[in-house]
Every structure is written in structure tokens, then in C-alpha cells.
């Protein structure tokens, strides 16, 4: 039997994944806030907590937790702060509509959604997020906490490093490398390597700035 889920926030990417726990089949115990005014609030058919009332929680012992929250900053830091705290034993979440090949492999904390396709032998690391109809090729190596938006397309043997977003729609092609903490804007279509903390936009994909914000 599946065990029960927390999912940490209560937006509308955290509403997605409990349809995805849905879809699975698995118990969903509830969001957990850190804004005190959300609590006892219901985001959908479920109850809102605060931190500090899940930590003292009896079934905590008996629950996983997923971080419902898309930004690769913040979502990182809270995971961090679950494993600080010794409740750090997190789920995934897979949508039952997802296509996987074969030989992938999931870190924990990572969301798959609807639509997606992920192929043979991709690697993904922890509290990644494949979000809805994106395409993941065959032999990608997606590092933790990276966050693959809607419609982006990832050629065969791209590799992405820690903390970085792809956009929405974006293209990355075949074998290209793109770094840690690095930003590919909306649409942009990547046909060369990104270093690590790049943002890079349009169609080829340019430099932009460096992306300051640190995990």
C-alpha cells in the first residue's frame, strides 16, 4: 500500500501535483504553509497546516512529503529544511498519463507531469520537475532541482546542471551541455552549450545577463 503524502505549499503547482498523487492512487494527508494565514484554508478537498503543526504530527512517522513549489531557489531550501529537521523523506510524483522508456530513473522529490515524455535511459535527479507535455530524450542527465517548464523539448543527450530552468517551449538540441543555475528563456531554442549561471533568450539562444540568484 502507497504511502500517505504531505505536499509542502498550497498554489496552484502544488494543487497539480495532488491531481498527479490522484492519479496514482495515493493518500494525500494535506498542504503545508508557512504563510499563517492559509492555514485551515482548503486549496482544494484538502486541509492547509503549518509547519510547525506537521512536525508535531504522529503520522509523520508514516508520510512522505513533496515540495510543491516550482521555483528551484525556494523549492531547494525548504527541502533542505525538511532534511535538517529529520522529515526530509520525500515521494515522487508520476502522472499516470506520462510515457517512460525504459532504463529511467527518478531521484526522490521529483514531479513528472501530464503529457510528458520521458525516454530510455534518462537520468533525473531529486526534486526535479517535468512539467506538463514537456519531452525528455533519450540518455538526458537532469541534475536535482531542476525544473523543465511546459512544451520544452530536450534533444538526446542533453545534460543540465543543478538548479536550472529551461522555459516554456524552449528547445535544447542533441548533446548540448548547459550548466548549473543556468535560465533558458520562453521559446529559446539552445544549439550550443550554456555555462553555469547564463540566462539566455531567443532564437539562437544569446547571452542575456548572469542569473545573480543563488541556491
Known sequence: MSKSVFIYGSGGHARVIADILASENKPILGFIEDESCKWGRSGSKYDIIGYEEFLGLETKVDSLVIVGIGDNVVR?????????????????????????????????????????????????????????????????????????????HLGGGVSIGAGSWIGLGASVINNCRIGRNAIVGM????????????????????????NEEKE
Do not use: Q
Open 76 to 152: 531547494r531550501r525548504i527541502a533542505m529544511k525538511l532534511e535538517v529537521s529529520g522529515r526530509g523523506r520525500f515521494d515522487t510524483a508520476v502522472h499516470a498519463s506520462a510515457v517512460i522508456g525504459g532504463e529511467t530513473s527518478f531521484g526522490l522529490g521529483t514531479v513528472v507531469m501530464a503529457g510528458t515524455v520521458i525516454n530510455s535511459g534518462a537520468t533525473i535527479g531529486r526534486h526535479a520537475i517535468i512539467n506538463t507535455g514537456a519531452c525528455v530524450d533519450h540518455d538526458c542527465r537532469l541534475s536535482e532541482f531542476v525544473h523543465i517548464s511546459p512544451g520544452a
Open 187 to 210: 521559446g529559446a531554442v539552445v544549439i550550443r552549450d550554456i555555462p553555469d549561471y547564463w540566462v539566455v533568450a531567443g532564437n539562437p539562444a544569446r547571452f542575456m545577463r548572469m
